[in-house]
């Protein structure tokens, strides 16, 4: 990728190729490899805080702003506009796959299926934090079902739906999608000051701590609704942020000690590093009285006593420029 390494999203922008495209894979894959379905039925979108984690780490994240500031060209209306048409595809997926999420949680056993899906949540954050874990670690894919084979029981199968998990989980897509159009929005501003691979760990990071209350649940502990992930993010973003990484508040060098300038000339000219003050000017040049009654070449700006240059910038500006 032309800014970011970023693991997942250079995995799968050599299998599909185009900004557009690549963004819509990395949006869609929760979906298509089961992340999504596992996490309603672990019961992570139970909360307004859950709801909100899995729609900015899930769908949004560090490869979602990775594609949209390293490869996304274009203007900010035809980037808002892509967004827009993936979203119009991802939500009404979302939707459906969580309407049957009641039916997984009819042939599961939740006690084991929810360890499984925190260990996909923990093996996306290895794979996001580096590419080298993502080697010898299996695909979600696989740890879903193996989930799935590990939990089954057939006897409480039972096809059923909840509008309370609709609800939430077109809210954690929306979220997403929104996450990524305001990525786009603040995309002009946004490329050159986020460090892109420094979010991306503290991704990881937020994604660990996603997990960590899944997989300790059965023991009793982190279970808070405080949105823990989401602070981790918060900080994240902060660290990542540079305002000042493209020379902003720079001061060009062209001021009044710069060497092309006239005044730049007259300064090589009239340094003299011999503290009597001597020049090899002719001796007929006119002098003027310092001020403590040492005298100096005319044409000099140093300190008369040591006939070095004084910085223009604390200079008196009631004196003669000759002075």
């Known amino acids: ?78 980037m808002v506009t892509s967004v827009l048409l993936i979203g119009a595809v991802i939500v009404p997926v979302a939707a459906v796959e969580a309407a049957f999420a009641p039916t997984l949680r009819g042939f599961l056993n939740l006690a084991i299926f929810e360890r499984f899906a925190g260990l996909v949540i923990l093996a996306i954050a290895a794979k996001t934090a580096s590419a080298k874990f993502g080697e010898y670690l299996p695909g979600p894919a696989v740890i879903i079902g193996l989930g799935l084979v590990a939990s089954f029981d057939p006897s409480g199968f039972a096809i059923e739906t909840s509008t309370e998990y609709v609800v939430n989980g077109t809210a954690a897509a929306a979220i997403g999608v929104g996450f990524a159009l305001v990525v786009a929005l603040a995309s002009p501003h946004l490329r050159g000051r986020v460090d892109i691979d420094r979010f991306r760990f503290g991704s990881a990071v937020a994604l660990g701590v996603l997990a960590l209350p899944i997989l300790l649940r059965p023991f009793g502990l982190m279970q808070t609704e405080v949105p823990i992930a989401l602070a981790v993010l918060g900080v994240t973003a902060l660290f990542a942020y540079d305002p000042d990484a493209e020379g902003i508040g720079v001061v060009a060098d062209d001021g009044p000690d710069n060497d092309d300038g006239p005044d730049g000339d007259a300064d090589a000219d009239n340094d003299d590093p011999d503290p009597t003050g001597s020049t090899d000017q002719p001796s007929d040049a006119p002098t003027v009285p310092a001020a403590d009654g040492v005298g100096a070449t005319a044409g000099g700006d140093g300190d008369p006593e040591t006939d070095e240059p004084t910085d223009p910038f604390t200079e008196d500006d009631s004196r003669a420029p000759w002075l």
Do not use: N, Y
């Not at 970011?4 to 190729?17: F, M």
């Not at 869609?28 to 729609?55: H, M, Y």
């Open 1 to 78: 990728m032309s800014v970011s390494r970023h693991p997942v999203a250079l995995r799968l922008e050599q299998r599909v190729g185009g900004a557009t495209k690549l963004l819509a894979t990395v949006m869609a894959l929760p979906l298509v490899d089961g992340i999504f379905p596992a996490l309603v039925v672990a019961g992570v979108l139970a909360s307004p805080a859950g709801v909100v984690e899995t729609g900015i780490l899930i769908f949004g994240g560090s490869a979602t702003i990775a594609v949209i500031l390293a490869e996304m060209d274009g203007s900010r209306k035809e």
